[in-house]
Structure formats: C-alpha cells, structure tokens
C-alpha cells in the first residue's frame, strides 16, 4: 500500500493533523509526517513534494493557515493528489486560510477539506488510495456502515431524552 505523506506548516497545526493521524492509523495506512513551510523552509517543502512518488507515497495532506500557501506550493511540485487542510488562525477564524487553499490556478489542483478538516483529509486520501486497492476499499464500507449504525442508534434514544 501507498503512504500518505503530511505536511504542517507549523507544529501549531498539530492537532488537525492528530485528527488525519487517527484516521489513517485505524484504516490501517501508512504515513509520514513533517513540519514543513511553504515559506521559511521552502526548498525542503519542494523536495519532500518532488520525491513523494519515488519514496512510494500516493496521496499528500498539506495544513497550513493564514496565508495558507503550502497546499498549492507542495502541489506546483508533484502530480500526485494534493489535499488542502485549511486551519483556523488568530484573525479571520480560517477564512482567510480557506480561500488561500481552494483559490489555485488551471493546472495544479489542489482538494480542499473544511477548516480544520483533517479527519476528512485522511478519509478523502484513504478513498483516493482504494481506487486500487480493495482491502481498503471494504475498510472504509465498514467504516460507513458503522457510522450510519452509530446515528440510526442515537436516533432510537432521541425521543427517550425528549
């Protein structure tokens, strides 16, 4: 199975990622992690996004607020899937981060989740990854079916508690 390569463009970023991290661990996919920003350390960004396909990743997750460059910089150097995380920062409650992400030119897409959406990035890159692979693929049917039993229970309570 292919890894799932995450950046961060700052440790602050860390508990989005931990949502991402969860995921992936309980799906049983691999992945790496590291702190890299698109604008104080952007030769490493660059070669971490160049090298992914050759180190065997398959789809990266990119975080990053405010100014949220780091998505669309990581995905200008690579043609693997690219999935934004906008994070929530001091000022504009993420928007701002938000629109830097989902906001890139023709050419260099880049898939973007809800501010501070990193279970969904992990999701959404897990369903990138079972295209080709159907263990996977009837992990995460389970996954959805589980869920749905977790509602429809909530919903035989609901009318106790009102």
Not at 27 to 54: D, K, W
Not at 116 to 142: F, W
Request: glycine share 10%; with cysteine; net charge neutral.
């Amino acid at each position: 199975m292919r890894k799932v390569g995450i950046i961060m463009g700052s440790d602050s970023d860390l508990p989005v990622i931990q949502k991402a991290t969860d995921v992936l661990k309980g799906l049983g996919i691999p992945y790496e992690a590291h702190v890299y920003s698109a604008h104080r350390t952007p030769e490493e960004a660059r070669a971490f996004a160049v090298q992914a396909r050759g180190n065997g990743f398959g789809v990266l997750i990119a975080a990053a607020g405010m100014a949220a460059h780091l998505a669309g910089a990581v995905a200008a150097n690579t043609t693997l899937p690219v999935i934004g995380i906008p994070c929530k920062g001091p000022c504009l409650e993420g928007l701002d981060a938000l629109l830097s992400t989902v906001m890139m030119p023709s050419g260099i897409p880049v898939a973007t989740v809800a501010v501070n959406g990193g279970a969904n990035a992990a999701l959404l890159a897990a369903q990138i990854l079972a295209v080709e692979d159907r263990e996977l693929a009837a992990k995460l049917d389970a996954k959805r079916k589980a869920d749905a039993e977790a509602v429809l229970e909530k919903d035989k309570g609901i009318m106790e508690r009102l």
